[in-house]
């Protein structure tokens, strides 16, 4: 069998149980404490307590909808803009291989872009869904794919990663705390108030809270932002990406199909949609770092 890409990242990774290291035996990886976890067929690895139940996470159907969408490019400044984030990063550009964390990273697509331009580095993309984990096992090839979920704690040894992303996803701020390196910093992407106003009310999205940002200032109350960049702009979108947009989400789980395919046929093309986002870093800290 050829070397899996969980080998790169091995070294960092931790029981999700007694928190030991963990060693691999062609498709078996364990720690001294006598917990194995296997390596699936499709490259991911299940670092969860009691393996974890199917379904978790995003369906496959969600999944797909989400990685056609990416492939269209529509958030690919998004990509950019962490990228930058991410390379301004002290922890990244020291010596040796830093290690990028993505919390519910999905497909691996942002990770992916971000490892395209740090050749030194590898990730790890923890997901909760099976379907999005298995892609992220082939999104590119200095990054592993593990199943583990974040509100747990992480299966990640203390101090350890140079960066952690956090893209549209759930935010544990003790846990991303706990596995960032000194040096390290989350970088945040989170939707503005506006983010695809056309998409929203005409097909029944559900809009970002009222209160989101002051919910994100708190849930982080315990980081310093250290840089913030809002970034908005025009996606010229086909019928079928609004469709994916929709159902690439927590939408999925509240629109009603019929009338969504009613709405987005009403549709002129190319659909222009506001894509507006706050890509901000923090680090670990409540008080400034020394110059
Ligand atoms: C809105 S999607 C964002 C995915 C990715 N960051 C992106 O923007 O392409 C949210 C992701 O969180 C994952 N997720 C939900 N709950 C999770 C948990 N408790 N632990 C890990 N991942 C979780 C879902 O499966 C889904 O892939």
Excluded at 117 to 140: C, F, I, K, Q
Excluded at 171 to 196: M, S, T, Y
Excluded at 198 to 211: K, Q, S, T, Y
Aim: proline share 7%; aromatic share 4%; hydrophobic share 45%.
């Amino acid at each position: 069998m050829d070397t899996p890409r969980i080998d790169l990242v091995l070294p960092s990774l931790r029981c999700p149980v007694c928190t030991e290291s963990l060693t691999r035996e062609e498709r078996t990886v364990r720690c001294p404490g006598g917990h194995r976890f296997d390596l699936a067929r499709q490259g991911h690895l299940t670092l969860l307590r009691g393996g974890g139940r199917a379904g978790q996470g995003d369906t496959a159907d969600m999944v797909a909808a989400r990685a056609a969408f990416l492939e269209h490019g529509h958030y690919a400044p998004i990509a950019e803009a962490l990228t930058q984030a991410v390379a301004a990063v002290p922890a990244v550009t020291d010596d040796g291989a830093p290690l990028l964390l993505d919390l519910a990273g999905g497909t691996g697509y942002y990770l992916a872009a971000v490892l395209d331009t740090l050749p030194s580095a590898v990730g790890v993309d923890l997901e909760l869904s099976t379907y999005a984990a298995r892609r992220a096992a082939r999104a590119h090839p200095r990054m592993a794919a593990v199943r583990a979920d974040v509100w747990q704690r992480l299966p990640v040894a203390t101090g350890s990663a140079a960066a952690v992303l956090s893209v549209f996803g759930p935010r544990n701020a003790p846990e991303i705390a706990r596995v960032l390196a000194e040096e390290g910093r989350l970088v945040v992407v989170a939707p503005d108030q506006d983010h695809l106003r056309e998409l929203v009310g005409p097909l029944g999205m559900l809009a970002v809270a009222p209160d989101k940002a002051e919910r994100l200032t708190r849930q982080l109350a315990e980081f310093t932002a250290v840089d913030e960049q809002v970034l908005r702009y025009r996606a010229d979108m086909s019928r079928a990406d609004v469709t994916h947009e929709v159902l690439m989400g927590p939408s999925a789980h509240h629109v009603d199909r019929a009338a969504l395919t009613a709405a987005v046929t009403g549709l002129t093309e190319p659909v222009g949609v506001t894509v507006s986002v706050t890509v901000t870093s923090y680090r670990a800290g409540r008080v400034p770092a020394p110059r």
